[in-house]
Nanobody
């Protein structure tokens, strides 16, 4: 049974940092983080595949870092220099596509497995 469980969300002031964690049962070829703000479609944030290829959305490039510790079966998202527009529900995802298909620009429907989400709220 696939399990993805996020933690680490919360409220932070703009410019601050948070680290999200996703405990998973795996292995998976592709894992990553998506987010969904109120009234908006779910969008990709960062992905990593089994070959350790990493990709970021342009909006978070240079501020967010995705990593995975296979010994702990945990996926992380370090979020620095947070902005108001980073406010959203953040979801851990997993799937079995690799290469260029494991990318945050892919539509969220391309990925079959999801956690329940963790809320991140950035205030001024």
């Amino acid at each position: 049974q696939v399990q993805l469980e996020e933690s680490g969300g919360g409220s932070v002031q703009a410019g601050g940092a948070l680290r999200l964690s996703c405990a998973f049962s795996g292995p998976f070829v592709c894992m990553g983080w998506f987010r969904q703000a109120p009234g908006k479609e779910r969008e990709g944030v960062a992905t990593t595949d089994r070959y350790h290829l990493i990709a970021y959305a342009d909006s978070v490039q240079g501020r967010f870092t995705i990593s995975k510790d296979n010994s702990k079966n945990t996926l992380y998202l370090q979020m620095d220099s947070l902005k108001l527009e980073d406010t959203a529900m953040y979801y851990c995802m997993a799937g079995d596509i690799s290469g260029p298909y494991c990318h945050p620009t892919r539509h969220f429907a391309d990925f079959p497995f999801w956690g329940q989400g963790t809320q991140v709220t950035v205030s001024s």
